[in-house]
């Protein structure tokens, strides 16, 4: 069974995604750009839409557009994210099924990852996260003792910076795009806060 490891930046920004759009279903892209083969290490996300996810004509548009970004900037697609509108639901639709299945078919070690609505506040001190692994043609849950999240107390701590903060409104999702195209769904403004944040000047790594 293959380890995954999520990075703080691929975390923070699924995280802050949902916390945008608290009614709505959201979902996303998971990015790596490491190599094929062995350990996944997620290393980056997309976040796509928060309103009609199972739209297909717009998610195809996403996909294709995420997949030319991504072999211009040495990335690959390796899995698939989604945050239930019911905080209770951290199940995946038939929606996520079916983009997941996409997903494995080019990416032989693809993930499903569910955020966990109950549990994202605060007070919860585990990554609210189900990751899923396609098994036999199907989607089964994964060990969790597989899953890695590096300095995971960082990484909430820098996710609850930018929520309190205000600077989750930073963030730029494929839906607020194509309402104004000049908002980037790369999201380098994002990118860059998190990485300042996560710098060791300012004690986290």
Same mark, same amino acid.
């Given at each position: 069974? !293959?380890? %995954?490891?999520? #990075?703080?930046?691929?975390?923070?920004?699924?995280?802050?995604?949902?916390?945008?759009?608290? &009614? *709505? $279903?959201?979902?996303?892209?998971?990015?790596?750009?490491?190599?094929?083969?062995?350990?996944?290490?997620?290393?980056?996300?997309?976040?796509?839409?928060?309103?009609?996810?199972?739209?297909?004509?717009?998610?195809?548009?996403?996909?294709?557009?995420?997949?030319?970004?991504?072999?211009?900037?040495?990335?690959?697609?390796?899995?698939?994210?989604?945050?239930? !509108?019911? %905080?209770?639901? #951290?199940?995946?639709?038939?929606?996520?099924?079916?983009?997941?299945?996409?997903?494995?078919? &080019? *990416? $032989?070690?693809?993930?499903?990852?569910?955020?966990?609505?109950?549990?994202?506040?605060?007070?919860?001190?585990?990554?609210?996260?189900?990751?899923?692994?396609?098994?036999?043609?199907?989607?089964?849950?994964?060990?969790?003792?597989?899953?890695?999240?590096?300095?995971?107390?960082?990484?909430?701590?820098?996710?609850?910076?930018?929520?309190?903060?205000?600077?989750?409104?930073?963030?730029?999702?494929?839906?607020?795009?194509?309402?104004?195209?000049?908002?980037?769904?790369?999201?380098?403004?994002?990118?860059?806060?998190?990485?300042?944040?996560?710098?060791?000047?300012?004690?986290?790594?």
């Amino acid at each position: 069974m !293959a380890e %995954v490891e999520l #990075s703080c930046l691929a975390y923070v920004k699924m995280y802050l995604h949902a916390c945008l759009f608290p &009614q *709505c $279903s959201v979902n996303g892209l998971l990015l790596s750009s490491g190599p094929a083969g062995g350990a996944l290490c997620v290393t980056d996300c997309v976040p796509l839409l928060h309103s009609h996810l199972s739209l297909s004509p717009i998610t195809q548009l996403a996909l294709t557009q995420v997949d030319v970004w991504c072999s211009q900037t040495q990335q690959r697609i390796v899995g698939y994210y989604q945050a239930n !509108a019911c %905080v209770s639901d #951290s199940s995946p639709t038939p929606c996520a099924l079916k983009i997941g299945d996409k997903i494995a078919e &080019q *990416c $032989s070690g693809a993930v499903l990852l569910m955020l966990d609505g109950a549990k994202m506040s605060p007070e919860y001190r585990v990554p609210p996260i189900i990751m899923y692994e396609r098994k036999d043609s199907r989607w089964s849950v994964k060990d969790k003792h597989t899953i890695m999240l590096r300095q995971w107390e960082e990484t909430l701590s820098i996710a609850s910076q930018l929520l309190d903060s205000g600077d989750h409104a930073l963030l730029v999702d494929f839906d607020s795009h194509l309402d104004d195209i000049t908002r980037d769904w790369t999201n380098q403004k994002l990118n860059a806060k998190i990485a300042e944040l996560a710098s060791p000047a300012n004690g986290n790594v």
